[in-house]
């Protein structure tokens, strides 16, 4: 997978501290398909509050060249409770 799509929510100066991993449930949602149905489906999970428009990865090429793709990387606590951006 490419590093881009890996945000790097661990200030510390390990890549990843075991302990942090523990306490999350992480999710890879993809979405493919033509450049005009990816924007539509990243703003109908927007307006539904899923995600905020910026929290998916730069639109990429999919193995399909007319299609392409955008990942979202969902983490919440061990107990399902979503993790907040601060300020929300």
Known sequence: ?????????????????DSAVCEQEVVL??????????????????????????????VQRAANPKQVMSVLIRRSRANGTPRRKSGR
């Open 29 to 58: 949602l993809t979405v493919v398909g033509s450049p005009k149905g990816v924007r539509e489906t990243i703003l109908t999970l927007y307006r539904l509050g899923f995600a905020e428009v910026g929290d998916w990865s730069p």
């Open 1 to 17: 997978m490419s590093q881009e799509f890996v945000p790097d929510d661990n200030k510390s100066d390990r890549p990843n501290d």
